[in-house]
């Protein structure tokens, strides 16, 4: 055409309820589409030239470079002195070792720029919602994964940084994207437990509101994966823990309504909500929403599956749980694992006493006794909370030491494996903070992953499973180590975007691992 400059403006939105027809997507999308953008371009008297370019950026990037800006890395020079080696170039080295001059192999600067990369694709991908797998970048009908979130490990590698980032506003898109889609964790309890006033998360999500459990591939039962609403809410919880009782937005399109069964809300504190346009973090978001997880816990429970005082397991035999016995959490799923390779992504993969769910209960407890000490839930039964607390499963070792997937001794361990289920009690749990014999086994748990698990260590996310753990349990050593699988391997594209595999032959676009890098590096410098 002759033209100079070219200036694409794009704007999306999605139905819902979907479109029954491609007329309608025309009436329904197109158009309204079409009709936004052409009245925006008029207002703002838009043209493709260099300045109206700049005027549209300008107030993005402010916004951008204050939440990017809020923290930084520096491990190998000033702002002023930075290398001027460019990505491409930086990678090559190192590939090749070049620049390593530390005792793990990294190039520092590599490291920073991995780090300010993954503060960058997280500002990138929130505001909205939080990081799906694809990012927001995927552009494609049949994307990986569906192109959705999956909380099982991944998008809670992508928000491992959230809070410790000093990025409060990002966690306040994740915690809209929790409540976009937590109503029917309620059902989820209630439908596959039988337990009432209490949530259970999936392990998946389309990002558009939908939480229920639905079926999915042979060899995945995710329905007996009780863990994830305890994982999905540390995140929310540490943002009250490292923001205080700040109020968070409410998102424009997020139905308050909808939400009042699960926030236990009064219509006077709905017409609040609408009018101020913020959630109160302590009343509103977790005094329901950690009670209603223990709830789970405690209907989750049962005194008919247990072992004694000696060792000894009843399987509904006549007999209750009594003095010195401990539950059998049953049935369980440890994602997306099996204890030996003849039951995995077969029936044998549905368990019990996964070292997850252990984790997660005592987690549980954790998060509900800490806001009953500070007054934000004011009728716990502390009798019955302690009660449960000594009768969750304790975690077992194997030969080696390390903690056990399954902590029953009729399973074995298998370590061939990409996810790292049962380093829960590292992170995002605690247990091994405060308990030397959980480190250790911690510990020898990472070291067993990154023998022996041979095919299943080319995955982004579940190095960063263990680099993450390795911090978390200050092992210096280790996490070093772990921390070089995790830069050192070939999982970048040029843009600094990672796959989900590494190599040349790169399988699969996936923002997992570029995005927990943050989180990663946090954890082993707080």
């Not at 209630?190 to 998360?201: F, L, N, P, S, V």
């Not at 800490?370 to 975690?395: Q, S």
């Not at 748990?445 to 299943?456: L, Q, V």
């Amino acid at each position: 055409t002759g033209s100079k400059n070219v200036m694409i403006i794009a704007r999306t939105d999605y139905r819902r309820t979907g479109f029954d027809c491609i007329e309608n997507v025309r009436v329904g999308l197109y158009d309204k589409l079409q009709e936004e953008l052409s009245g925006y371009i008029e207002r703002n008297h838009i043209s493709p030239c260099e300045s109206s370019y700049e005027a549209m950026l300008r107030p993005h990037a402010e916004i951008h470079w204050r939440l990017f800006g809020s923290a930084s890395l520096n491990l190998c020079h000033d702002g002023e002195t930075a290398p001027a080696a460019s990505a491409t170039e930086l990678h090559r080295m190192q590939r090749r070792g070049e620049g390593c001059a530390g005792e793990y192999g990294i190039n520092s600067r590599w490291l920073e720029l991995l780090y300010e990369n993954s503060r960058y694709a997280m500002v990138c991908s929130h505001g909205y919602s939080t990081a799906r797998l694809g990012g927001i970048w995927i552009g494609n009908w049949l994307a990986s994964w569906s192109g959705d979130h999956t909380a099982n490990a991944n998008t809670n590698a992508q928000v491992s940084g959230i809070n410790t980032g000093n990025l409060p506003e990002l966690a306040e898109s994740y915690i809209n994207f929790i409540l976009d889609y937590a109503p029917d964790w309620q059902e989820n309890a209630e439908r596959i437990h039988g337990i009432k006033d209490a949530i259970k998360a999936p392990a998946r999500t389309d990002g558009a509101g939908c939480g229920a459990f639905y079926s999915t591939p042979a060899g995945y039962p995710m329905i007996f994966w009780n863990s994830g609403a305890a994982w999905q809410l540390v995140p929310v919880f540490e943002y009250w823990e490292c923001y205080g009782a700040r109020p968070v937005k409410v998102r424009y399109d997020l139905d308050i309504d909808r939400l009042k069964g699960l926030l236990e809300l009064t219509d006077e504190r709905v017409l609040e909500i609408k009018r101020s346009g913020y959630f109160d973090i302590e009343k509103d978001i977790l005094r329901p929403l950690i009670t209603k997880l223990m709830n789970f816990w405690y209907g989750f429970a049962d005194g008919r599956f247990y072992t004694d005082k000696d060792g000894n397991m009843h399987i509904d035999d006549g007999t209750v749980i009594g003095d010195g016995g401990h539950y059998i959490f049953a049935p369980a799923y440890s994602p997306e694992n099996a204890p030996s390779d003849a039951d995995y992504n077969k029936p044998g993969c549905i368990a019990a006493n996964t070292a997850m769910d252990i984790a997660a209960a005592r987690d549980s407890v954790r998060m509900y006794r800490r806001l009953a000490e500070r007054g934000v839930i004011t009728d716990i039964d502390e009798a019955k909370l302690r009660l449960f607390e000594e009768r969750i499963p304790p975690y077992m070792y194997n030969g080696r030491g390390a903690i056990k997937e399954w902590a029953l001794s009729m399973f074995g361990d298998h370590d061939n494996h990409r996810h790292s289920s049962h380093l829960y009690a590292a992170w995002p749990g605690f247990d091994a903070a405060h308990d030397k014999t959980v480190s250790d086994g911690i510990r020898r748990a990472i070291m067993a992953r990154r023998i022996y698990a041979a095919n299943e260590r080319t995955t982004g996310f579940g190095r960063m499973q263990l680099a993450i753990a390795a911090a978390r349990i200050g092992d210096r050593e280790l996490f070093g180590h772990c921390l070089f699988d995790l830069v050192g391997a070939d999982f970048e594209y040029p843009s600094l975007m990672t796959s989900h595999d590494m190599g040349l032959n790169k399988s699969a676009f996936c923002t997992d691992n570029a995005l927990s890098i943050h989180g990663v590096i946090n954890e082993a410098l707080i």
